[in-house]
C-alpha cells in the first residue's frame, strides 16, 4: 500500500521560502515519477512539478519555473519542494503524488494529474502580500 505524506505547509509573507517535503511509504523501487500539485479554491488542480526518480530529471510548469526546485532524497524516500520568492497566486493547497506504473512518458506530458494514482492528504501554503 503505497501512502505518501507532505509536511512544511504554512503561511509566509510575499518574497519568502518555504520548503514542502513528501514522504513515500510502501513503495521502494528506484524508478518512478513523484510530482508536486496545488489547487486554490474554485480551481482547477494543477501541476507544480515533476521528477523521474531513476533518473532525477526534473520539470517545472511555466509560473514557478526559476522560483521552485524539486528534489529528492533516495535514502529517506523523500521528495522536497524549495519554493522561493513566494507571491501570492501561489497560495494553494499543495499535493504529492506518485506514479508507479513505470510508463516511460515526456516530463511536460507526466505533470498532468491523470498520470498519478496516489496522493498524499496535501498541506497548505497561504502567502500574503
Known amino acids: 500500500q503505497v501512502q505518501l505524506v507532505e509536511s512544511g505547509g504554512g503561511s509566509v509573507q510575499a518574497g519568502g521560502s518555504l520548503r514542502l517535503a513528501c514522504v513515500v511509504y510502501?513503495?521502494?523501487?528506484?524508478?518512478?515519477?513523484l510530482g508536486w500539485f496545488r489547487q486554490a479554491p474554485g480551481k482547477e488542480r494543477e501541476g507544480v512539478a515533476v521528477i523521474d526518480t531513476g533518473g532525477g530529471r526534473t520539470y517545472y510548469a511555466d509560473c514557478v519555473q526559476g522560483r521552485f526546485s524539486i528534489s529528492q532524497d533516495n535514502a529517506k524516500n523523500t521528495m522536497y519542494l524549495q519554493m522561493n520568492s513566494l507571491k501570492s497566486e501561489d497560495t494553494a493547497m499543495y499535493y504529492c503524488a506518485a506514479d508507479i506504473t513505470g510508463r516511460a512518458r515526456l516530463l511536460r506530458d507526466q505533470l498532468n494529474k491523470d498520470r498519478f494514482g496516489y496522493w498524499g492528504q496535501g498541506t497548505q501554503v497561504t502567502v500574503s502580500s
Open positions: 510502501g513503495y521502494t523501487y528506484s524508478s518512478y515519477y
